[in-house]
């Protein structure tokens, strides 16, 4: 058995079956073992980012990490932006990048570069096997380090002679740690001030957002009065009927800083004190009020779940039902508004769809108008990098069989990875993608006039995405993708009924 | 004056007024000194490989810098690869991030990441301004730096708010050092050994491959017997008639090593001894003989024209003529071949144009049937990071204005960058895109079978790029740029001599 091979047997012995690809010649016997062993489905992405940012989206959903196969340094730089956000959103990732042949380092070829350093940033571990016997236990160290809680990137390095070489073995899975319990001091120190204080914020974050922790939470919210919010950016949040409304923190400093005002507790549930993602002149960079007491209840790696239940018991709260999140929204029609589209997209998903938002301006609305839809989960970016959406879409598809997935994308961001449609199709996944083409970026038209100016012509030459305007239609067909282009809601709602008849994908070009 | 304004007063003294730009909030007010201040072109990228890759092109060409503009540390790891690329060519490149906000980075916010690590593995220098009245002074160095012989990556990281601030000053230009003189020794060794020793061999490189140096390596040849031949990989040829009619070192390890197996005496002019692309078992890292004698005229940052001069005078050689490449190739008709297609495009280009090769296996033969064509320049890729070709072509268009830029590009390599036909299509570039469209990434087919197996289901799917085949005619339409298809010889002509006569981008489906 060589190197190669002990990786496919060992990855499918530690349960991930699935590989995210884009391979090179330094890859080709680990290609090779992937095509002479089954079990491991092969995904190819055309570019590195659909790569890792499926791997990040299949992790949000199957709960279990994918492999990505990468080519060298390049190409794990080329999907690095992925593996920040995926980073971010605390995913598990097994992530193998291939790499030159170990004697063949020192002649500094083309493609060596700094694959280890680069990876460090972005990863809880990393490790080249050096030789082929080391494949097989690394690959069951990084399955395990990808595994813990709440999810980690760990890289394997490999290079091609580790690959090529005999000597490889197959390691038995290790044992995945479960997530930490609860702290009992941080359990009791959080319940009693919820009993003896005022304006408490539970700030729910990562696995708080499911919906038996969410339960929880409404336990206690309904017996002290503490208000519940989640973070501004969630990897996955259970949402719709059955689950709570919540709100997220506000993305925009000054309304994040009003909405945040009155908390004079903040108690953080897998979640972190919320910060701008941005400094900017003459603007608090913490979003709640500087005198607010912290208490944290779980780290992000603990059990959301198990400590809110300790919370709840320990305060006596009874337990209650969800609450009703009123009427089901109707169909909507006329000119298209963010609002309008939010309630239209909660009237029609299926029960169960997944949203991947990468809506940015147009979307910072949506979820108020989505909390009455049947149950479903909404998935955001955690780590700023943009183009996001597509590929995270096209790795929940894959980690969710037979659900649908609803992708609303803002057109500027989906060019950074748009080479993930062909891979949808190809997949046949069942991925409706509304694209928002506002022909802007208009998150920057915002900031611009936040600098005091109207932009001039040069700053237009890099704000504005028109001239030529992109034809998303032409665009998705080119990569196999059936599409239309509408600019009403009840177009729009039309073309997203026609799209959930169909098994694969489907694009609706909205004139924004 | 901010330190924004600073940047861009420094930036346009030092002669650097192209930026290549990909902006995020964090440059919002480098953006409105962009706008501000009059003389910087600004070209948009939609994602980051097409700003670095342009960079890269542009600096082939105009000889000089270019500044890009990116958004924090995604930002520049999407750009990573192009920079990668840039490096290897030893293009020299003015690279700017923006990032979080001196003080802000402590929270770390979303977008926080290690710029300055990841920025280090691509760059020759690396320096964050921490404070506005830093920034006007490491702009003035980062462009000398850019501008040192043979041309170098700096990497200037802009914190917003040493971007925002008042105190920036406007540095005056450091003086570009000249490339250092050749080593006397070296040049009498040199001329020494191809006086007494067989079998010798002038591997050109980097600057040895202008059309001056050639001249005075073509008299070293005419005097001694000595061979030419230039590196596998070249940022950039002066080819054509008037030029020398030089072979490259083949990418393939058993061409190379038998092109090469006569040489007994190996002489580096701007060049590095010629290794593998990988490592292969059983096959040598080093492509020439090992017991070679080397001889290093010059090193990468040195005047090779000037040493190639001296030693030509110091063997007495006599001026001569460059030789004549013969008649020029004719129009060909029939079915596409590789020959065939360079034929074509020997037949009809127009003098002194581009030719960006990233048409990876379809153009390893294209270089013999073009040494008869007019005079031109050819660009290749020198890193292996693929997806080269269409950022890089369209950078050379802007560094070279009034040059046909024709970019042969293969459809896998071409899916990695294709964002980058939409800033063709704005900028309007008179650039022929001739797309190889095979689908399939036929040199890993090549590999594969070379490690000993034919392809099965799970292997395809990660080296087969149908299904969907790209309709590549709609890919381009959707962005702008004018495309037909064709799968003959004549159909090919016809179109690029359609596209010369415009004056913005076309693409040429070529169905392979």
Not at 17 to 39: K, W, Y
Not at 104 to 120: I, M
Not at 459 to 487: H, K, Y
Request: glycine residues 10%; hydrophobic residues 45%; neutral net charge.
């Amino acid at each position: 058995m060589n190197g190669a091979e002990s990786l496919v047997t060992t990855l499918l012995a530690s349960g991930v079956n699935v590989c995210f690809a884009n391979p090179g010649t330094s890859e080709m016997h680990f290609v090779a073992a992937l095509d002479r062993i089954p079990g491991m489905r092969c995904v190819l992405g055309l570019q590195e980012n659909i790569v890792t940012g499926a791997a990040d989206g299949y992790f949000r959903m199957a709960e279990k990490p994918a492999a990505t196969l990468l080519h060298c340094g390049p190409g794990l730089a080329n999907g690095m932006a992925g593996l920040h956000d995926a980073r971010r959103a605390r995913s598990g990732i097994v992530n193998i990048p291939g790499d030159m042949a170990t004697y063949h380092r020192q002649f500094d070829a083309p493609l060596t570069a700094d694959t280890d350093g680069w990876a460090r940033g972005v990863s809880a571990w990393v490790k080249t096997s050096m030789t082929s016997a080391e494949v097989g236990p690394d690959a069951a160290q990084a399955v395990q380090v990808a595994r813990t809680s709440p999810g980690q990137i760990a890289t394997l390095i490999l290079p091609s002679d580790s690959s090529w070489s005999e000597g490889g073995v197959t390691a038995p899975a290790l044992a995945v740690p479960a997530a930490p319990q609860p702290d009992p001091h941080a359990v009791q120190q959080v319940a009693r001030l919820l009993r003896e204080k005022k304006n408490v914020l539970l700030l729910l974050g990562g696995l708080a957002l499911r919906e038996g922790a969410q339960m929880q939470a409404h336990r206690i919210a309904m017996a002290t009065g503490a208000k519940l919010m989640c973070e501004g950016s969630n990897a996955r949040v259970q949402r719709g009927q059955g689950r709570l409304p919540l709100e997220r923190v506000p993305y925009v400093v000054d309304q994040a800083t009003e909405a945040l005002k009155w908390v004079e507790n903040l108690v953080l549930v897998n979640a972190k004190a919320p910060v701008g993602f941005f400094g900017y002149p003459g603007k608090p960079s913490i979003l709640y009020p500087a005198e607010a007491n912290l208490a944290v209840l779980t780290r992000l790696e603990q059990d959301a779940e198990a400590a809110l239940r300790a919370v709840a018991d320990e305060l006596g709260a009874p337990r209650v039902a969800m609450p009703n999140n009123g009427p089901r929204p109707e169909r909507q029609r006329g000119a298209l508004s963010p609002e309008g589209l939010a309630r239209s997209i909660a009237a029609v998903m299926p029960e169960d769809s997944i949203i991947v938002d990468e809506a940015v301006t147009y979307g910072r609305g949506f979820f108020p108008f989505t909390h009455a839809a049947p149950a479903h989960d909404w998935l955001m970016n955690c780590g700023g990098a943009i183009g996001f959406g597509i590929p995270v879409a096209t790795g929940a598809a894959i980690g969710a069989p037979g659900r649908r997935v609803i992708s609303a994308q803002a057109d500027g961001s989906a060019m950074y990875t748009v080479q993930g449609l062909w891979t949808q199709a190809r997949e046949k996944l069942p991925i409706t993608t509304i694209l928002l083409s506002n022909r802007k970026y208009q998150i920057l038209l915002g900031e611009y006039r936040n600098v005091g100016a109207n932009p001039g012509r040069t700053a237009m030459d890099m704000l504005d995405l028109g001239n030529p305007d992109i034809n998303w239609v032409q665009m998705a067909n080119s990569m196999g993708v059936e599409a239309a282009r509408t600019n009403t809601l009840e177009g729009c709602t039309d073309l997203m009924e026609q799209s959930f008849a169909r098994s694969g994908p489907f694009l609706i070009e909205l004139d924004i």
